[in-house]
């Protein structure tokens, strides 16, 4: 009797543990059922997003490595003037070697700078035939103008020292005359970012001291073969042009180094003596192109 009992109490508890099972089963559909009735009945798609392991790899691409910029070789950036002349102790200008062209001139002018006007004229007739000259500058006016120093450098013509004063240095000493010439190196390198490499003594007046400053400051020490004249000119006189030109062309000659002035009748007869001089052959040689060594 008592086995009897104790079967049907085993069977009576599986009974009721599999109608609990199956309860919760039912319940747990129904509440899912109806949480997805609800959000169709509210127009809400419900979420069915499978999160994604942590450790599964991406599959979105990688982007690629930029290569490392190139640096610019030698043959991309501006190749350097050839120094096809040098200077002679008469202060003209010589090639190197019998190929290079022997009929040249070498323009100059001095005392600026003054005006932006005047020197943006020069350098338009300048620019009209392919010429580079020299802007021989004093001291004094570069502080009272740095603008228009900058307006010739930026122009990309050539900027020369003529001391700061524009006095006689050979009636100076060593170190007056050193702080003539360094301070405008100064002045310059200061305004443009580059020192001039040649020198004019104002008056041709520099002497030895002059010459052994400019040396010693890496400097081609010249004074001119060939003058305008321009500043024995006054507003007054007549025909400016016509006797400029003369004067020029009665001292021409192959390596000439001309000289004159920023002044308003050079201005005028800039064009008309650049014409002439091609005229007869002559070509404009590249201040740049020349040694800083006199020979």
């Known amino acids: 009797m008592t086995k009897q009992t104790t079967v049907l109490f085993l069977i ?26 609800q959000s169709k009945e509210e127009g809400k798609v419900p979420n069915t997003e499978v999160s994604k392991p942590n450790n599964i790899p991406s599959t979105e691409p990688i982007p690629a490595e ?14 350097p003037i050839e120094l096809k002349y040098h200077m002679n102790k008469n202060y003209d200008i010589i090639p190197n070697d019998e190929e290079t062209p022997k009929k040249v001139v070498l323009l100059t002018f001095d005392d600026g700078p003054k005006e932006a006007s005047m020197i943006n004229s020069m350098i338009d007739t300048l620019d009209k035939h392919h010429a ?17 120093l900058k307006l010739i450098h930026d122009r990309e013509q050539i900027i020369g020292n003529h001391s700061w004063d ?3 240095l050979k009636k100076k000493t060593e170190t007056e005359v050193k702080k003539q010439i360094e301070d405008v190196q100064k ?34 020490y010249m004074t001119w073969s060939n003058g305008s004249l321009d500043w024995e000119m006054k507003a007054s006189d007549v025909n400016k042009t016509t006797a400029l030109i003369k004067n ?26 650049l014409v002439e001089l091609e005229g007869r052959g002559y070509s404009f040689v590249d201040p740049r192109s020349i040694e800083l060594e006199m020979r």
Not at 66 to 79: G, L, R
Request: glycine share 10%; aromatic share 6%; with cysteine.
């Open 132 to 148: 580079k000259a020299i802007f021989f500058v004093n001291g004094y006016r570069v502080k009272e103008n740095p603008d228009l």
């Open 187 to 220: 002045a310059v390198k200061d305004i443009t970012g580059t020192a001039p490499v040649f020198f004019r003594p104002p008056h041709g007046g520099g002497g030895d001291v002059g010459k052994k400053v400019a040396k010693d400051n890496g400097l081609l």
């Open 66 to 79: 930029k290569d490392p910029e190139t640096p610019k070789t030698e043959t991309d950036q501006a190749a």
């Open 166 to 168: 524009h006095i006689v």
């Open 12 to 37: 009576c508890a599986f009974l009721l543990s599999s109608c609990g099972n199956s309860t919760t089963g039912s319940s747990n559909s129904n509440v899912t059922t109806n949480q997805f009735q």
């Open 248 to 273: 020029v062309t009665d001292q021409l000659h192959s390596g000439s180094n001309i000289l004159m002035h920023e002044l308003p009748w050079t201005i005028e007869a800039l064009e008309a003596l």
